[in-house]
């Protein structure tokens, strides 16, 4: 221990000042450890080249607008200072001290010791859920200096964990159990937050200000997020509640499958969404023979366009997956599921089969309080419901969408994460935070495709790059309007895309597709001053 106390106190030499572009970020070696420095004017600053996300490497980062933006999952810090700015990331980067001495750059790791809490038990914040929003709502809380209570109900047994690894890293058990956790359990007590698991949800009282629990446990609350999340939606097909026909949603769920998985030699898997292709590609990827049955000719194309839902149809049949088109499906077997039947009257033999029909809310605890809709919980853009303490995240939460005028669900991780962030901030009366983006990523057969922007509607794809090639971006304009960017590789044309849908600035469909037209220049000149 000593020790190691002695290293931090070391001035570790790295690279000369003038090796350092500006605004661009290197990767240098400080003893043992990658270190990521960026030098803005004459100031050089230096984090730990690791996105506190996934862990993976910062060095492809880009910096914009004095942010510092992760290249895999476009989490954004603070270039100056390290701090989260915008999910996925909970946390900020690792940061260094920093010194210049006759043009080279000396290094020490920085160590801030962590305050202890002092809870104010007249205070109670509650939080009806434990996912995504739920998570980055209680983290934000304590990072505003929110010192009362704050309690997390979830259904759920396992502690808050990462839910897009479950169809990838951890279906290939790549990720084990306590991998994928969002904190540790000393985390949650460190930062003295309560939670209670296996815990549901039966009723909210308005007019008392109470949350009713499963077995009649009463909390009472100041201010109250709903966080509860969405259930998968079951198949109403004949067989399906044959035992071997599986839905994804949950880590329970995810253990279960994965333990089936050596025994399966094929699988089917109902639905061509973003869970359906992720676990297809998985299954793959693990050696068994995978039929995807969908009601669409060509993937994702409602959402994506032609361009893009074409090169899912291609990456997928390009790795051994079996399409079956336009088909319905019936299932068949002793005391397991053993026989798919397809509407086009083909018949396939399956080990297991996993479903991925969309998803449904249960608001029944909701009943009488007049928050809730068939379709969600109404918010405005602070995440407020109409009753001024209770706050709504998630994919429950229906926004009004600032393009078309409609209120839908957003049902992306890091978007759950952004409306947790805002909903603490407006629990506390703060300020909103900046202006936001709309971000998810989907990862298949070590491909990563990402999308930005509101892009519910669009009448026009523009591509920039050539999918063909496996690097290109696709731009969903309305009434020739930027709506939304999609597509893998190019990670600092999409970071500037971002920015541009950030600050609604105006890209014509001409300019999106011309390569030679460049997008970091675009947005500095509408910064300049007259």
Not at 44 to 53: D, E, L, T
Not at 172 to 185: C, M, S, T
Not at 216 to 235: D, F, I, N, S, V
Not at 462 to 469: E, S
Request: hydrophobic share 40%; net charge positive.
């Amino acid at each position: 221990m000593g020790e190691e106390k002695a290293a931090e106190q070391v001035w570790l030499e790295t690279v000369s000042v003038e090796s350092l572009p500006e605004g661009k970020p290197v990767a240098v070696r400080a003893g043992h450890r990658s270190v990521l420095l960026i030098r803005t004017g004459h100031s050089v600053y230096a984090y730990g080249n690791r996105c506190p996300h996934y862990g993976m490497s910062l060095e492809k980062s880009v910096v914009c607008q004095d942010r510092l933006v992760c290249p895999w999952h476009l989490a954004s810090f603070e270039a100056k200072t390290g701090q989260r700015w915008r999910p996925p990331a909970l946390a900020g980067l690792e940061t260094f001290q920093v010194k210049v001495e006759n043009g080279k750059v000396f290094l020490r790791q920085s160590s801030v010791p962590k305050k202890s809490i002092r809870i104010d038990e007249s205070r109670c914040f509650v939080v009806a859920g434990a996912g995504a929003a739920a998570v980055a709502a209680a983290s934000q809380l304590r990072q505003e200096g929110y010192t009362g209570r704050i309690i997390l109900v979830s259904e759920e047994t396992d502690l808050p964990y990462d839910r897009p690894s479950l169809t990838k890293a951890y279906l290939l058990g790549q990720r084990l159990d306590e991998d994928i956790l969002l904190r540790q359990a000393a985390d949650y007590e460190a930062d003295g937050m309560e939670l209670l698991p296996g815990r549901s949800v039966v009723r909210v009282q308005r007019k008392e200000k109470k949350l009713i629990l499963e077995g009649g446990q009463q909390l009472c609350y100041e201010k109250l997020l709903l966080a509860t999340g969405a259930r998968p939606r079951k198949l109403s097909a004949p067989g399906a509640e044959l035992p071997g026909v599986f839905y994804l949603r949950r880590l329970a769920e995810a253990r279960v499958i994965r333990q089936r998985l050596a025994e399966v030699r094929k699988a089917v898997v109902v639905g061509s969404g973003f869970l359906g292709l992720e676990v297809a590609a998985t299954l793959r990827e693990k050696g068994i023979e995978v039929h995807l049955v969908t009601p669409e000719v060509i993937p994702l194309v409602r959402i994506l366009g032609r361009e893009a839902g074409e090169y899912f149809l291609k990456l997928h049949r390009k790795n051994g997956v079996f399409f079956h088109p336009e088909c319905r499906v019936s299932f068949s077997g002793k005391n397991r599921v053993e026989q798919v039947h397809l509407s086009n009257g083909e018949k396939i033999e399956a080990d297991i089969v996993v479903a991925g029909v969309g998803v449904e809310i249960d608001l029944n605890y909701l009943e009488g309080t007049g928050l809730a809709t068939a379709e969600g919980v109404i918010v405005d853009q602070r995440q407020k419901t109409a009753d001024p303490d209770i706050f709504a995240a998630g994919d429950l939460a229906r926004m009004l969408d600032p393009f078309d005028g409609c209120y839908r669900r957003m049902e992306h991780w890091a978007e759950a994460q952004r409306q947790g962030q805002e909903a603490a901030r407006a629990m506390l009366g703060l300020s909103p935070g900046e202006p936001w983006v709309p971000f998810f990523w989907t990862r298949q057969y070590q491909v990563t495709f990402r999308y930005v922007g509101y892009g519910s509607k669009f009448d026009t794809v523009v591509t920039r790059g050539y999918p063909a090639a496996g690097e290109f971006l696709c731009g969903y304009f309305l009434q020739n309007r930027l709506v939304a960017v999609s597509g893998v590789g190019k990670t600092e044309d999409l970071v500037w895309l971002r920015e541009i849908l950030r600050r609604k600035l105006v890209v014509s469909q001409s300019q999106f597709a011309s390569e030679d037209f460049d997008l970091k220049q675009f947005v500095g000149l509408k910064e300049e001053k007259p």
